[in-house]
T-cell receptor, first 119, second 113 residues
Framework: GAGVSQSPRYKVAKRGQDVALRCDPI?????LFWYQQALGQGPEFLTY????????KSGLPSDRFFAERPEGSVSTLKIQRTQQEDSAVYLC?????????????????FGEGSRLTVL | GNSVTQMEGPVTLSEEAFLTINCTYT??????LFWYVQYPGEGLQLLLK?????DKGSNKGFEATYRKETTSFHLEKGSVQVSDSAVYFC????????????FGGGTRVLVKP
């Protein structure tokens, strides 16, 4: 498809389980972002990739969260030993623009998100 | 620190009413400013943007003007439609924070026929 694709759309996990969320960005997009959106809140930044390089992971809430983009295209966000506070919608966004102040920075294309519920 | 404040919803309007959603931000420097919209069942999408003081962004009948003096970027539409029912997010792009979009909490708008 032409847009950002995320899977699974819905995931229910028992506390302590590991989960993996996949993002397939728009072909050719250099930049890829992960955001976490709690119910009724705005998205919160988690991490940023430029091609395969993870240039910013300052928003990852703990070392249980890990993201990768090994070939500069598809990205996976992994959450180990899930906790109830991890319940949220995880959003992936991509852009053809690098993050560093170029015209068009901030114009992101978002997927529909993966809703994680931890019981 | 850097932050963005937007009016809380939900905002309920009748069709053809005037809509304003207030947004103010705190940031060092002059960030680019964005409004994103999330329609029911869809992903976030860019609605409009402004990159420097006094710029006006516009799209789909919506407008917002970059007000440096008041650090605001209020969203307005003169005559809303039922199809404008959505959640609207104000988002400055703050260079000092590594060029991250910093989203407000969102304002849910419901337009009734």
């Amino acid at each position: 498809g032409a847009g950002v694709s995320q899977s699974p759309r819905y995931k229910v996990a028992k506390r302590g389980q590991d989960v993996a969320l996949r993002c397939d960005p728009i072909s050719g997009h250099v930049s890829l972002f992960w955001y976490q959106q709690a119910l009724g809140q705005g998205p919160e930044f988690l991490t940023y990739f430029q091609n395969e390089a993870q240039l910013d992971k300052s928003g990852l809430p703990s070392d249980r969260f890990f993201a990768e983009r090994p070939e500069g295209s598809v990205s996976t966000l992994k959450i180990q030993r899930t906790q109830q506070e991890d319940s949220a919608v995880y959003l992936c966004a991509s852009s053809f623009i690098r993050r560093e102040g170029l015209a068009g920075a901030g114009e992101l294309f978002f997927g529909e998100g993966s809703r994680l519920t931890v019981l | 620190g850097n932050s963005v404040t937007q009016m809380e919803g939900p905002v309920t309007l009748s069709e053809e009413a005037f809509l304003t959603i207030n947004c103010t931000y705190t940031a060092t420097g002059y960030p680019s400013l964005f409004w994103y919209v999330q329609y029911p069942g869809e992903g976030l999408q860019l609605l409009l943007k402004a990159t420097k003081a006094d710029d006006k962004g516009s799209n789909k009948g919506f407008e917002a003007t970059y007000r440096k003096e008041t650090t605001s970027f209020h969203l307005e539409k003169g005559s809303v439609q039922v199809s404008d029912s959505a959640v609207y997010f104000c988002a400055p792009l703050i260079k000092a924070a590594g060029n991250k979009l910093t989203f407000g909490g969102g304002t849910r708008v419901l337009v009734k026929p």
